[in-house]
């Protein structure tokens, strides 16, 4: 069984950093694509950055030169660093794999599995 366990959300001030991870496991990490995703109250889920099984990381225009997306296969790890926070990043972040990378990778339809979530919360 496929699982995905994000960690490292929680409270933090604007223009500080904060770290997500999440750990994978019930399959062969190096054989899967992984995204992040974050929602906010009453709306979809949003792809921000994505990273396939060659560790090209991929990132929404919105969040492009503050968010890093990287990978240790050695730990079955995806990460999510998250620099000069701003209050809109404030939301439920979601780790995301898929066994196929497709070039529409922030749409969230084509992830077959999810982690249960981490929020984050930005104060200004």
């Known amino acids: 069984e496929v699982q995905l366990a994000e960690s490292g959300g929680g409270s933090a001030e604007a223009g500080g950093s904060l770290s997500l991870s999440c750990v994978a496991s019930?399959?062969?990490?190096?054989?899967?694509?992984m995204a992040w995703f974050r929602q906010y109250p009453g709306r979809e889920r949003e792809g921000v950055a994505g990273?396939?099984?060659?560790?090209?990381?991929h990132y929404a225009d919105s969040v492009k030169g503050r968010f890093t997306i990287s990978q240790d296969n050695a730990k079955n790890t995806v990460y999510l660093q998250i620099n000069s926070l701003k209050p809109e990043d404030t939301a439920m972040y979601y780790c995301?794999?898929?066994?196929?990378?497709?070039?529409?990778?922030?749409?969230?339809?084509?992830?077959?599995?999810w982690g249960q979530g981490t929020q984050v919360t930005v104060s200004s």
């Open positions: 995301a794999a898929d066994e196929i990378w497709r070039h529409a990778w922030s749409d969230g339809t084509n992830y077959n599995y």
């Open positions: 990273i396939n099984s060659d560790g090209k990381p």
């Open positions: 019930g399959y062969t990490y190096n054989d899967f694509c």
